[in-house]
């Protein structure tokens, strides 16, 4: 058996440098990147964020070694373009994302209990939290709307193109179950004007999704939510049920437990599942989403053939399928 080179063992060692981000999140969370937003000094820095001046020399000269900051005469500082990231008032974002008090941070948090995860078979989550993902996103800690911003953003053109291809009759009625703010449910009803829609979640995502609809006037008056818990009761009477993203958050027995339930909410179902298809999306993205969905929720991604495997066994009929782009599949499905 071979030994591992120095290169290789350096090359790996690099690969699990936890520090750049801890680095990161550090200069976000004390304000220390926002003080970094025009020149300055570290006297001028350490006085604004109230912190100790050599932990800020240190941390300035770490990021500086990153490419993060850039200096000018020896004393002065401030953001390089990629530094710049790290602002509030960047439009990507990545401040929200790396500050200690996002929903993100709780996430990687959880991840320190993935050896306690895989011996148990219990999310990381719920062993870090005490609580499940989605029960954790409380309306007052504002998880709800960084969760959901990042979830629109992402799915922006797969939620386009499936209203071009959903087939329903006009004046129908679309129920999305675990509907998040609705965003295949919005992207439909925006396309078709004389359909209505019904968005079902937990109660504090249907408060928010609520407000978020109220601000878009091509669903205003045409889109309500209904507060429910999908594994408990799926309303009846809709056209057309829409279940997006959902089953990649639950263990086989869960999610076919919940398409059963949907088939049996009314004498006929029509139901479209929207999924990222383990057999559409590129590997590297498979291996990594498989790994954090059994960390957070103890779901997976599944491939096309078991989302039809899946809907057979919870009583439903494949009657048409069609890949929206980036690996994402869209199965229409009825009750059989």
Request: aromatic letters at 6%; glycine letters at 8%; a negative charge.
């Amino acid at each position: 058996m071979t030994t591992a080179s120095p290169e290789l063992a350096a090359e790996w060692a690099e690969r699990m440098n936890p520090l750049p981000g801890h680095a990161v999140r550090a200069a976000v969370s004390t304000g220390l990147a926002e003080q970094l937003d025009t020149w300055t000094t570290l006297t001028s820095i350490h006085r604004a964020i109230d912190a100790d001046p050599t932990a800020v020399r240190v941390l300035v000269e770490y990021l500086e070694s990153l490419g993060l900051v850039e200096r000018e005469g020896g004393t002065k500082l401030r953001l390089t373009p990629a530094g710049r990231l790290m602002l509030v008032s960047d439009p990507y974002g990545f401040a929200q994302h790396w500050h200690t008090n996002s929903f993100a941070h709780r996430i990687e948090a959880a991840f320190a209990q993935l050896e306690e995860s895989v011996r148990t078979g219990t999310p990381c989550y719920e062993l870090a939290h005490r609580t499940n993902l989605y029960r954790d996103l409380r309306p007052d800690s504002g998880h709800l709307a960084e969760a959901f911003s990042s979830a629109k953003s992402l799915t922006q053109h797969s939620a386009r193109r499936l209203a071009e291809w959903i087939d329903i009759p006009e004046g129908s009625t679309i129920t999305e179950l675990g509907c998040g703010v609705g965003q295949y449910l919005c992207a439909v009803l925006s396309a078709r004007p004389s359909l209505t829609g019904v968005g079902v979640d937990l109660p504090a995502v249907v408060a928010h999704a609520e407000s978020d609809w109220a601000t878009q006037d091509d669903v205003q008056g045409r889109i309500r939510g209904m507060a429910c818990d999908i594994f408990e009761d799926v309303p009846t009477g809709a056209d057309l049920y829409l279940l997006c993203n959902v089953l990649v958050d639950l263990p086989e027995q869960r999610a076919t437990a919940l398409l059963g339930r949907v088939a049996r909410a009314d004498d006929e179902v029509r139901l479209v599942v929207v999924e990222l298809a383990s057999d559409l999306a590129p590997p590297a993205l498979v291996t990594h989403m498989n790994l954090h969905q059994f960390a957070m929720t103890g779901g997976r991604l599944r491939s096309s053939g078991e989302l039809r495997a899946i809907g057979e066994l919870a009583g439903f009929a494949c009657v048409d399928e069609t890949a929206l782009g980036g690996g994402i599949l869209a199965l229409s499905l009825l009750s059989s």
